[in-house]
């Protein structure tokens, strides 16, 4: 076992001793952080199961970074919104224990001196300088072998959408979220005195539902070398099902049917004839003279990112012109309820379970009230002074749930208006992924703006239809938001949060 090996051997040790000591201290992270911060159990628990002993680290930098160190606050704002710490940090915090978690990490950060966006920062730098560890001498593959080639190399089934062992070997993440399978292209070759040395080549994101290949990527993200392209031809000869290419990640360093030989082509045609039903595969295949028309429509598919989204709808003017990162973002402040007495419409929506825990709190903290009817709202107002808590916990949870209702109505309006473009297949806080079909547009817009565009994009049909939409030939749909609108409390989500609510306020 050379020196590395043995490095990386004690820190996987260090990170499992790690691991499995936060699942044993889990109780007592909880603890610390409810004697530190009254906010609800849930968010405690929430925090603890995700972070453990770094819970307290990232409440403190949470407050220093988004409420200038105001930890009251914080308090005030967490305990109306029990769910906004999971909706807003839970990918920043998957980044930050991915990056402090990594086997070259593990065991050498300290986040005592670090605030929120310096994890971030140093998370995001970590990812980018990301370096291979090079081969392993004498490896057992674990994994099944899909095909084993003479000359040492073979496909490595991976039955997952990720691998700690692909994201060390290779320098990238090792993960994909499109699809369930990842394919290896490993080596074993000799390295002298009965030695062998086993490296990754080429990973493949696969998903065996949709028999779609989302990724294909070389070390540290690049496309492949020329030299793995047969591996790959062959590779997909052996699926039982390709329908073709997705888009995941940085696509444009992934193999295409461009990187195929007319022969490799002409086989895939003939047995994936299904791989070969959008424009862009047929294009393809016109190109090189294998087929003569195009009969698919064409297919173009927008990757946004949240900031490019306004390109494609128009804004109403009595609106931010920051409202759709709001929206997709950071949607808690879109709403705002001043809980006054709207307990009261609420009231006969108290499930049995919550309306047991106020039933109770009377009995053990007002014994005197008469509770016999069992009619909250009755209760309630003829003992509103002493019942206060109670109220506040309703008209909260009325309030978040109202909020929920309003954010899903500004989502909803938002993809409404997109779906202007065609099917919406992602809209989130990434941007939106839009299947847009050009021809339903370049067959409604003038013909001579249409031959004017093809002509300055020397036949693209994408790039004209860009061009047409940034003219301003292809007008982009409104985005609203009805004033008129009135949020709904939905009853499930407003007893779910009323359960947060009554536990902190009744405590």
């Not at 992270?29 to 628990?45: C, G, H, R, T, W």
């Not at 424009?279 to 598919?301: C, F, H, N, P, W």
């Not at 409202?323 to 001043?338: A, C, E, F, G, M």
Request: some cysteine.
């Amino acid at each position: 076992m050379n020196h590395n090996k043995k490095i990386l051997k004690l820190v996987k040790e260090q990170v499992k001793l790690i691991f499995e000591n936060d699942l044993l201290l889990e109780a007592d992270y909880k603890k610390k952080i409810l004697e530190k911060f009254a906010i609800p159990e849930s968010v405690a628990e929430y925090l603890s199961e995700r972070l453990g002993k770094l819970s307290l680290w990232f409440l403190n930098a949470l407050v220093a970074d988004q409420f200038d160190s105001q930890k009251e606050y914080f308090i005030k704002y967490v305990n109306q919104r029990p769910f906004w710490v999971r909706s807003s940090f839970d990918s920043k915090v998957t980044k930050i224990l991915d990056w402090i978690r990594h086997p070259l990490v593990a065991g050498t950060v300290d986040l005592r001196n670090l605030t929120l966006q310096d994890a971030l920062n140093k998370s995001d730098e970590f990812h980018e300088s990301l370096k291979t560890l090079g081969g392993q001498i004498n490896y057992k593959e674990e994994n099944e072998k899909l095909v084993q080639y003479d000359n040492g190399f073979y496909w490595a089934k991976i039955p997952s959408n990720y691998s700690q062992e692909e994201c060390n070997r290779m320098g990238h993440c090792g993960r994909t979220s499109k699809g369930d399978i990842l394919f290896s292209l490993r080596s074993d070759l000799d390295y002298g005195k009965g030695m062998t040395i086993n490296d990754s080549h080429l990973t493949v994101a696969y998903n065996s539902g949709e028999g779609l290949i989302y990724q294909s990527k070389g070390k540290k993200n690049a496309k492949p070398s020329e030299k793995y392209f047969p591996y790959f031809f062959d590779l997909i000869l052996r699926l039982p099902k390709f329908n073709g290419f997705g888009r995941e990640y940085q696509s444009s360093e992934d193999i295409s049917l461009e990187d195929f030989s007319n022969d490799q082509l002409k086989q895939l045609l003939q047995k994936y004839p299904e791989a070969f039903q959008t424009y862009t595969s047929q294009k393809v295949l016109k190109d090189r003279g294998i087929i003569e028309t195009i009969k698919a429509k064409g297919k173009l598919i927008l990757d946004l990112d949240v900031d490019e989204i306004d390109t494609y709808i128009q804004i109403d003017n009595h609106l931010r012109n920051d409202i759709i990162k709001r929206v997709l973002t950071d949607p808690y402040d879109l709403y705002y309820n001043d809980y006054s007495d709207s307990w009261k419409y609420m009231a006969d929506d108290v499930n049995a379970e919550n309306k047991k825990t106020i039933l109770q709190y009377i009995t053990d903290k007002f014994p005197d009230i008469d509770i016999s009817s069992g009619d909250l709202e009755d209760i309630i107002e003829e003992n509103s002074d002493e019942l206060n808590e109670v109220i506040i916990a309703l008209n909260q949870a009325i309030g978040d749930a109202e909020a929920q209702d309003y954010e899903s109505y500004c989502y909803n309006q938002l993809k409404s208006a997109l779906e202007f473009w065609g099917t919406v297949n992602e809209l989130n806080d990434s941007g939106a992924v839009i299947e847009v079909d050009i021809d339903d547009f370049l067959d409604n817009v003038d013909a001579g703006e249409v031959e004017y565009a093809m002509d300055r994009c020397d036949g693209d049909r994408e790039c004209a239809f860009h061009e047409l939409v940034s003219d301003g030939n292809i007008a982009a749909p409104r985005f609203y938001l009805d004033d008129r609108y009135t949020p709904t409390a939905n009853k499930q989500n407003f007893n779910e949060i009323l359960q947060d609510t009554l536990s902190f306020q009744l405590s």
